[in-house]
């Protein structure tokens, strides 16, 4: 599935955080999908590079995001807030941003609820919008049901919201909509302290993914590298292991 493509740049700003949050009526319980099992050596790798990238941030906010629809950056993404969760034991929040398909909401049964841009937007605590699965370490953040475009959102508001989420997590991932359907992840781009891109091996072309690199760069976005995904193995698994 997920492999580490490239590490692309460090980053240097360093920002304060708190602990864990507890709070919320718990989600059902959605234990890691079968495909991602084999793959928790991968989900590590992933979270070392980031630690590494990274060291001197006591709590992160990592945004994942693709060039297109079906790159799979809402699986690579949840697999990774499991991995940090329930592997390494961080309190992690996963913020759905995806406004026209609301794949984590499916994903974790949510059916009801504030989501966070509904608190942003009706100036509600953005705790609200906070809700655990099950008794796991992990806590997710809905998108609402509007896909109505409120770039406003995108201003002082939506940085007080990353502080309250760094006081709270250790460790924050948003899922991020593709750049081709919604500019939404780049306003977000330049507000966290790194951007993972999702690449379907195979299925992007690499001027795609370039443009989406330097789009980040040019609204001050920090990338940390690129994961390659759907990554399809035609010499078998045993040899690879033996190289």
Known sequence: MSKIYEALQNVHREKKGKGPFERIAPVPFAPLEAAALGFEDEMLSLYKLIEALLPHFPSRIIQFIGAREGEGTSTVSRQFARAAADLIGHSVLLVDAD???????????????????????????????????????????????????????????FDRMCEKLRANFELVLIDSAPLAISPDGLAIASKVDGVVLVVEAEGSRWQTVRRLRDSIYRVGGSMLGVVLNKRRYYIPQSIYRRL
């Open 99 to 157: 406004r026209l398909n609301h794949s984590q909401d499916l994903f974790f049964d949510i059916q009801s609820g504030i989501g966070w841009v509904d608190a942003l937007r009706s100036g509600s605590n953005i705790e609200d919008s906070f809700q655990r699965v099950g008794q796991s370490k992990l806590f997710v953040s809905r998108c609402g049901n509007s896909s109505v475009s409120t770039p406003e959102i995108f201003n002082s508001s």
